[in-house]
């Protein structure tokens, strides 16, 4: 199995009233935001896919943008074009772009959710299916097409005719990871109007702790705890510039100097020099 | 003065001074201008001459083996960090090329001796001390310097011949043939691979030189202005880490990021770390700060010790000592630190023998309970017993990989070396890039000439996922050591340059005056990796011995984001195999005739 993941920025945000790939969180568009999140939680290949002509926002440069072959025609239209576009052993998380506070240890866990004899692991809440929080096999292209050439519009349809396991909260919440990281399973809070989008930003950011080792050690401090959603507004706001000779390690795992790494709860950063020599 | 004049370029004398020990002779012998160009100086110019000196086969340790100082282009230009030089040997501990290099005053004063290059052969009667300056070179009885640490040695040299003369030395250890004893100069140390054993063996205890000769740049003015630029550039960010807090300064962000071998690269982080962390005890010990002649880094942080003697502190000896043996206690890893200075012995092969010894007793397959890991005491009793090749010690001073051969038991999956050099501190299985150089590096596990580990730390490539941008990473690297190491300039400066192959070769036209551009640096650097390829293929080298312990291999470490840090063997092979590609090798790493032919190269 080969993790992937698609991302949808193509609908018509009307309720909205602004394309919601452009909407920014904290100064980085969803867009972005969620292309990162994404590919930092499977490591594997992004498909994005939006409507023919869509003017989009800077995205990560693994991102491999395609467009739907037929506007305005639901999310079924763009999970095919996205799952077009990945090796045939993919399972590839698809997601909305109205998720700011999408999780990767909630990507990680529905994509793990995949097991031998699943084709598709879908999010449910209060009985409502987030079929743009789901895993899908993409060897499930063929009945996706099928569906779309008759018209039949609806992604539950789909789950009737494959192999489908549902993640309720319960679920969800019983993988220590995203109970821990995700207790109100945020990640599926997707942002529909203004209101919304305000309610939203109303809600304090995760508090992360920060190391900085070496010379960027201040006054012999080495450990604080700042809220940020990007590297970058971390890094600014601890005094760093992020160089190439200053990098940061999250979680002690992957290192970067890109300040447009999404920030979520539960990381740690440590900011060391870049010159590891000695 | 030599200005470019005949077939000599200039920053060169065309010159290898070859002392014959045994017959007590010594002659100049010239050095072709083509193979100086081929080669540039130091480890590059070290390895030809190696090869092309050395008896196929010889043990590193008889007479016939050759000892090879060589000196750069650079040295005694007022570029930053020039003086420096290297020393070139085939390993006792290896069995395969080696040339560890070593800085300051040393290396000045021996290139004005009028020579590129040093060699020494054969060996003496009696302890020695050889001397050369501007009437050529005699040999000198040791006397009541044999017995003495290099520092003293040095200082009590310097008293009798002069203060003109500048020393490299042998300790104890060196004297008592330990695999990994030092050659050292002013308290800095040629310090991989076992060139002070080399020395002992032919009964050598010192090498003094003096100026009598000078040389010159093809273009001073202009070598000058590249001096002051460079110069204000060392300043800079690229090197504050070194200037600051040293090479120390690496270990607790290495711990954080589970790049710290810990207890013989069984664990990669250490709990003890804040302990012996940089940013933790600069504060309470460190005395002053030192650099080499020529040096306007400054990356020497000298530390008292608990006795008040003093040291320097670098991360690679706190790392061997302290982690790599499970040894928290600051006295106890500084204190066997300065024991390991003045015995002369290497110590990242010193602390990866005794970690490994201290599994071996773990696991009942060496009877000295008192070898713990984490006991201070241990550790200072195994230093000392190796420096004196006394006890376990006697053992012990043969390296890990020897160990592990009279041992048995299966000990030879978890003997922390390759191609018998210990590893240093950079966990391979974290550090994808890393892990292929020191598999691949004609030295053994070195991070000296393989400093893939840049490319890991960069953010460039997923550190735990080795695959082909990895390999890239690995050999652009060792390219740029391979002509760092020949120009030489000091490592620590790399992140000033934003083109370093262009900068370096610009640098080396304004001193030789050849119309050298980088894409023939390039070639250079190629040429001397291979050179160093084709010496060890010819000492007995198989492809094998590319490779990393077993252990590296089968246990995953554990990081702190819950992923696992895994170098499947399969991994590696597919790495190796990518480098062989892209070095001009064979399936068996051997160069191809193409390869040879395009870097004017043949062998026997």
Redesign the interface.
């Known amino acids: 199995m080969a993790a992937a993941a698609v991302l949808l920025v193509g609908g018509r945000s009307t309720r909205m009233g602004h394309s919601k790939a452009e909407l920014t969180w904290h100064g980085q568009s969803f867009a972005d935001r969620i292309a990162r999140v994404l590919l930092r939680a499977t490591?594997g290949p992004l498909v994005v896919v939006a409507a023919p002509g869509q003017p989009l926002p800077p995205l990560p440069p693994a991102a491999q943008v395609v467009t739907d072959e037929r506007e305005g025609r639901g999310p079924l239209e763009g999970i095919a074009a996205g799952l077009r576009a990945l090796p045939g052993d993919a399972v590839a998380y698809v997601s909305s772009t109205d998720v700011p506070l999408l999780h990767p240890a909630l990507v990680r866990h529905v994509i793990t959710a995949v097991e031998a004899d699943v084709d598709i692991a879908v999010c449910e809440t209060e009985s409502r299916f987030h079929p743009l929080a789901g895993a899908y096999r993409a060897t499930v292209l063929p009945a996706v097409e099928s569906l779309l050439e008759d018209d039949r519009l609806r992604p539950r349809e789909l789950f009737g005719r494959v192999q489908t396991r549902v993640l309720d909260a319960e679920v969800l919440l019983a993988d220590p990871?995203v109970s821990r990281l995700d207790p109100s399973l945020s990640s599926l809070m997707n942002l529909n109007d203004p209101a919304d989008y305000e309610r939203a930003h109303s809600l304090e950011l995760p508090e992360l702790p920060v190391?900085t080792?070496?010379?960027l050690?201040e006054n012999?401090r080495?450990s604080t705890s700042v809220r940020a959603a990007t590297l970058g507004a971390l890094a600014r706001t601890v005094g760093i510039t992020l160089?190439?000779?200053?990098?940061a390690?999250?979680?002690?795992?992957?290192?970067?100097?890109?300040g447009a790494a999404p920030l979520v709860a539960g990381d740690?950063i440590?900011f060391?020099?870049?010159?590891?020599?000695? | 003065m030599t200005v470019g004049n005949g077939s000599v370029p200039a920053g060169y004398f065309g010159s290898l001074l070859d002392i014959d020990l045994s017959a007590c002779r010594h002659a100049r012998h010239p050095l072709p201008e083509a193979l100086l160009r081929d080669y540039v100086g130091g480890c590059g110019l070290g390895a030809r001459l190696l090869y092309d000196r050395a008896p196929a086969r010889v043990d590193p340790l008889a007479p016939d083996a050759p000892l090879i100082f060589t000196f750069s282009p650079l040295v005694g230009t007022p570029l930053t960090t020039s003086a420096k030089f290297a020393v070139v040997a085939k390993s006792p501990l290896t069995g395969f090329v080696n040339d560890a290099m070593c800085s300051s005053h040393f290396a000045i004063a021996g290139k004005l001796t009028g020579h590129d290059a040093i060699s020494l052969r054969g060996a003496c009667d009696s302890p020695t001390v050889v001397v050369i300056d501007g009437g050529g070179a005699r040999l000198e009885p040791a006397g009541e310097l044999w017995g003495l640490s290099a520092a003293a040695t040095e200082s009590s040299l310097r008293e009798s011949l002069g203060h003109r003369y500048r020393i490299s030395a042998i300790g104890p250890a060196g004297e008592r043939l330990v695999r990994y004893a030092t050659l050292s100069h002013d308290g800095r140390h040629a310090g991989r691979g076992g060139l002070g054993a080399v020395l002992g063996a032919k009964l050598v205890k010192a090498v003094a030189v003096a100026p009598s000769q000078k040389v010159a740049s093809a273009e001073p003015e202009r070598v000058l202005a590249l001096a002051r630029e460079l110069r204000e550039r060392s300043f800079g960010p690229a090197t504050a880490k070194y200037r600051e807090l040293g090479t120390l300064g690496n270990l607790l962000a290495f711990n954080a990021i589970s790049t710290l071998p810990t207890r013989n690269f069984q664990e990669a982080q250490f709990e003890g770390a804040p302990q012996l962390a940089a940013e933790e005890i600069a504060g309470l010990r460190e005395r002053t700060r030192s650099s080499c002649a020529s040096c306007t880094i400054g990356c020497e942080h000298i530390y008292a010790t608990d006795d008040g003697s003093e040291l320097r502190v670098e991360y690679e000896n706190v790392f061997a000592l302290g982690p790599l043996c499970g040894v928290a206690d600051a006295d106890a890893v500084l204190e066997a630190s300065r024991r390991c200075d003045e015995y002369g012995i290497d110590t990242i092969s010193a602390g990866g023998t005794i970690a490994f010894a201290m599994e071996c007793v773990e696991r009942g397959l060496l009877a000295a309970p008192w070898l713990r890991f984490g006991d201070g005491a241990a550790l200072l009793r195994a230093v000392e017993e190796i420096g004196e090749r006394r006890g376990l010690g006697d053992l012990l001073a043969e390296g890990s990989k020897r160990v592990a051969e009279e041992l048995g038991g299966g000990s030879d999956s978890f003997a922390p070396h390759v191609k018998g050099l210990e590893l240093p501190g950079y966990e391979p299985r974290t550090l994808q890039s890393m892990a292929l150089g020191l598999a691949v590096n004609p030295r053994g596990a070195d991070h000296n000439r393989s400093g893939a580990y840049e490319a890991d730390m960069s953010g460039e490539h997923d550190r735990l996922e080795g695959g082909p941008p990895h390999v890239a990473a690995a050999i652009a690297t060792e390219n740029r050591a391979a002509l760092v190491d020949s120009l030489i300039l000091c490592k620590f400066l790399r992140g000033v340059f934003s083109e370093p192959v262009a900068e370096w070769a610009e640098l080396l036209a304004a001193v030789s005056g050849w119309d050298v551009t980088p894409a023939e640096l390039e070639q250079t650097a190629r040429r001397i990796v291979l050179t160093k390829r084709l010496f060890n293929q010819r000492e007995g080298w198989v492809a094998d011995d590319d490779w990393l312990p077993d252990r590296l291999l089968a246990e995953p470490v554990k990081l702190a984001s819950g992923r696992s840090g895994a170098l499947p063997p399969e991994r590696l092979r597919a790495m190796i195999d990518g480098y062989y590609e892209g070095r001009g090798l064979d399936a068996w790493g051997t160069p191809t005739p193409e390869t040879l032919a395009a870097h004017g190269l043949s062998t026997p």
Do not use: K, M, P, W
């Open positions: 490591g990871s190391e080792f070496g010379t050690r012999g080495g160089d190439e000779h200053v990098v390690a999250l979680n002690g795992d992957q290192i970067t100097n890109d740690e440590a060391f020099s870049a010159d590891g020599g000695g």
